[in-house]
């Protein structure tokens, strides 16, 4: 027999020890989150403070006032001041190379108007958590935990993998560039290294510039991926004699509504990109195929940054669209061919088991294993109407109603080959 006082201390001794075993659990996994959503505070903390480093904070007033006023001077002021403090040295070689550098400006400021206001409209309006759908994570399965856990972990890799390339190369241009030209200002006495300030003030504004683009192209990466845990957990939910239509289709609709919410919430950022990209790339190729001057890293650096940085961050977008909505579509196939399972061993007499191999066309495959038997409980009627409702129900992200799938992507390529093709035809025929 135990004693009350050793029964108490061996309770207390469980209390002591439980906090210390659930400090090794990740947050998104621990029993308190479905109680407390606010811990989640944790899971994103780099993402907080890369917005505090970013002066992206609007979580108060002042954060907010010194958000609108980094933007107003990086992003607008500091190249203006890059522009028109600039003296051109006397080489045909030096005028392309300013005449490049002030048109990649308009693009540059162009997106990070685009990317800045996005996300001041999302903070103001939703917030990080809500913006990420992490709020109804408690009702998801723990597969689709560990997912978010480790998609948030390594969120940030694909921010890293696109700008750290690209500043090495821009700070190496720069270096090179502030080295031949000469910075005047009126008002200004010639013992002061204008140069050097301007040289700092600029490579900073196109930190900021290029860090507030990828920043929202990573969210939206992010947000299609963490979809994408929600659409496996969902594809789970077909295995089994187990198997309920009308939990499935719960399912469902909540996922829809997620989508449908992120359509509505990155479409403006996804087609006004798509116009200045475009716009910038033409342009560009128009300048560069007008200079009679041989092309060199000195006069075309900046065009290379700045193309490969637009193309990287806006094809992050379009892949992460296009392979949630891919996943999408291909649950009627799942759907049909569970229903079918299903009608096949309720129809026999004995236990019939089928399995299942689905593999996407993508570099990620997954199996699928169906079983089940004659006891299953969906009627015929149920699981054809199920299978009717995600037939007409399979989108995944649209813009205006288009599904921004590979079907869509070939015509926006297409689009954008037509018009290289014609401004060569140009080019050829004025030449």
Same mark, same amino acid.
């Given at each position: 027999m135990m004693s009350? &006082?050793?029964?108490?201390?061996?309770?207390?001794?469980?209390? =002591?020890? #439980?906090?210390?075993?659930?400090?090794? =659990?990740?947050?998104?996994?621990q029993p308190s989150y479905a109680r407390s959503k606010s811990l989640l505070y944790d899971e994103l903390r780099n993402f907080r403070i890369s917005l505090k480093w970013c002066a992206l904070d609007h979580s108060s007033r002042i954060g907010k006032f010194i958000s609108y006023l980094t933007f107003l001077f990086l992003a607008i002021v500091v190249p203006l001041l890059g522009c028109f403090s600039i003296k051109v040295?006397? @080489?045909? #070689?030096?005028?392309?190379?300013?005449?490049?550098? &002030?048109?990649?400006?308009?693009?540059?400021?162009?997106?990070?108007?685009?990317?800045?206001?996005?996300?001041?409209?999302?903070? @103001? &309006?939703?917030?990080?958590?809500?913006?990420?759908?992490l709020d109804g994570?408690? %009702?998801?399965?723990l597969f689709v935990r560990r997912g978010y856990t480790r998609e948030l972990d390594k969120s940030f890799r694909y921010l890293a993998c696109i700008l750290l390339p690209s500043f090495f190369v821009e700070l190496a241009h720069k270096i090179i560039f502030f080295s031949t030209v000469k910075v005047t200002l009126p008002h200004i006495s010639s013992g002061v290294p204008l140069n050097s300030i301007v040289f700092v003030l600029v490579l900073s504004s196109w930190v900021y510039r290029t860090g507030v683009f990828l920043l929202v192209c990573v969210l939206f990466r992010l947000t299609c991926e963490l979809q994408i845990l929600r659409f496996e957990g969902f594809h789970k939910m077909f295995e089994g004699c187990e198997s309920d239509a009308g939990v499935i289709f719960r399912e469902h609709v909540r996922i829809r509504k997620q989508l449908s919410a992120t359509s509505h919430r990155y479409r403006f950022f996804i087609i006004a990109s798509l116009v200045v990209i475009t716009v910038s790339q033409l342009g560009t190729l128009i300048l560069v195929l007008a200079t009679k001057s041989d092309k060199s890293f000195f006069n075309s650096g900046d065009l290379v940054v700045c193309s490969a940085v637009e193309l990287s961050g806006f094809f992050l977008c379009l892949l992460g669209a296009a392979r949630i909505t891919h996943r999408a579509q291909g649950i009627a196939s799942i759907a049909t061919r569970w229903h079918m399972t299903v009608?096949?061993?309720?129809?026999?007499? %004995?236990?019939?088991?089928?399995?299942?191999?689905?593999?996407?066309? %993508? @570099?990620?495959?997954?199996?699928?294993?169906?079983t089940v038997s004659s006891q299953d409980q969906s009627s015929f009627q149920t699981r054809q109407a199920l299978v009717a409702y995600l037939q007409h129900n399979n989108g995944g992200i649209t813009l205006f109603g288009f599904a921004l799938d590979r079907g869509l992507l070939h015509t926006i390529f297409a689009f954008e080959f037509s018009l290289v093709l014609w401004i060569l035809s140009k080019v050829v025929v004025l030449s």
């Open positions: 009350p &006082k050793t029964s108490n201390a061996t309770h207390m001794e469980n209390q =002591v020890s #439980e906090p210390n075993q659930l400090a090794n =659990v990740p947050l998104l996994l040295p006397s @080489s045909a #070689e030096a005028d392309d190379h300013i005449s490049f550098n &002030k048109w990649v400006q308009f693009p540059e400021s162009g997106l990070a108007l685009l990317g800045f206001f996005t996300l001041s409209r999302f903070f @103001s &309006k939703y917030g990080l958590r809500q913006l990420l759908f994570l408690q %009702d998801d399965s009608t096949c061993a309720s129809s026999g007499s %004995d236990q019939w088991k089928e399995q299942t191999e689905c593999r996407d066309s %993508d @570099s990620d495959s997954s199996d699928i294993f169906i």
